[in-house]
């Protein structure tokens, strides 16, 4: 991303404010792709006689999950500090710039 694009996206967030569900809605097609993992690993083990293997990358892409879900939710503590603190006119003549 280039400082315009991310001068845009921090507008949009100060507008929209910053969430878990938002995070979560921003990274749906990685959520999705370790839902079909899970269930993929889910099938090969069943149909698997039970290998190990399958149960250990299903913990992976859970792990994975749970390490996002952390990561958005002390992310968006500090957005009323952040949001107070930030120089909103330079955002926005970065955001209007073409770099």
Excluded at 15 to 22: L, N
Excluded at 40 to 65: D, E, H, N, Q, R
């Amino acid at each position: 991303m280039n400082k315009s694009h991310e001068a845009r996206h921090l507008l949009n967030q100060r507008e929209k404010g910053v969430s878990i569900a938002r995070g979560f809605a921003s990274m749906k097609l990685r959520m999705m792709l370790r839902l079909f993992l899970v269930v993929a690993c889910a099938v090969f083990f069943y149909f698997s006689g039970g290998k190990p293997i399958f149960v250990l990358l299903i913990g992976i892409y859970l792990g994975m999950t749970i390490q996002d879900f952390s990561w958005l939710q002390s992310a968006s503590k500090p957005w009323g500090f952040m949001k107070s603190v930030l120089n909103w006119k330079e955002v926005e003549r970065i955001a209007n710039s073409d770099s």
